[in-house]
T-cell receptor, first 114, second 114 residues
Framework: NAGVMQNPRHLVRRRGQEARLRCSPM?????VYWYRQLPEEGLKFMVY????????ESGMPKERFSAEFPKEGPSILRIQQVVRGDSAAYFC????????????FGQGTRLTVV | AQSVSQHNHHVILSEAASLELGCNYS??????LFWYVQYPGQHLQLLLK????DPLVKGIKGFEAEFIKSKFSFNLRKPSVQWSDTAEYFC????????????WGAGTKLIIKP
């Protein structure tokens, strides 16, 4: 079992470009969570998805951010028209059910906007 | 609003020293409490958790944490640290009203000098 895989590990984007972050959950896990860690801060919940459904996106910024978890393939966190303030580490976790205490986390993707 | 406070952002210790990392949370209801660790270049992984019962919780790699309800604290301890404990440590809280949202502290970077 390869664990939760996030790629890329590091991503550099210029202001105005799009960023796509990928998260492949552990085998058998159908629940995915995205968290963002801004510099010097704790992780903040962004969105919780099950296959093909967004369950809770209350932590997602209202504009430019979107997430999906299709029937096949990884979960994608998409940030359009990135700005410097989007620079952060983005963590993904997956679990077999909807309980975070059973979740496993990925290594994170560090996004730098220049 | 719920919050988690980790008192030290950076801690430097020598091998064999004793470790205590502070964690306080603000939430009046019933909580689940977690400590996660991220070793350099690796996934976030669960160190230990408290749900109920004995407030002294034993985790992996010789770590333990004590839940003191009256102080809203969940401090992490290890009697004798090793160079391999160099990592970032995160305290997190899950209010029982939510199965999947964790509130995180900002993390403590621990460096152990050989």
């Amino acid at each position: 079992n390869a664990g939760v895989m996030q790629n890329p590990r590091h991503l550099v984007r210029r202001r105005g470009q799009e960023a796509r972050l990928r998260c492949s959950p552990m085998k058998g896990h159908s629940h995915v969570y995205w968290y963002r860690q801004l510099p010097e801060e704790g992780l903040k919940f962004m969105v919780y998805l099950q296959k093909e459904n967004i369950i809770d996106e209350s932590g997602m910024p209202k504009e430019r951010f979107s997430a999906e978890f299709p029937k096949e393939g990884p979960s994608i966190l998409r940030i359009q028209q990135v700005v410097r303030g989007d620079s952060a580490a983005y963590f993904c976790a997956s679990s077999p059910g909807g309980n975070i205490d059973q979740a496993f986390f990925g290594q994170g993707t560090r996004l730098t906007v220049v | 609003a719920q919050s988690v406070s980790q008192h030290n952002h950076h801690v430097i210790l020598s091998e064999a020293a004793s470790l205590e990392l502070g964690c306080n949370y603000s939430y009046g209801g019933t909580v689940n409490l977690f400590w996660y660790v991220q070793y350099p270049g690796q996934h976030l992984q669960l160190l230990l958790k408290y749900f109920s019962g004995d407030p002294l919780v034993k985790g992996i790699k010789g770590f333990e944490a004590e839940f003191i309800k009256s102080k809203f604290s969940f401090n992490l301890r290890k009697p004798s640290v090793q160079w391999s404990d160099t990592a970032e440590y995160f305290c997190a809280v899950n209010a029982k009203m939510s199965n999947y949202q964790l509130i995180w502290g900002a993390g403590t970077k621990l460096i152990i000098k050989p």
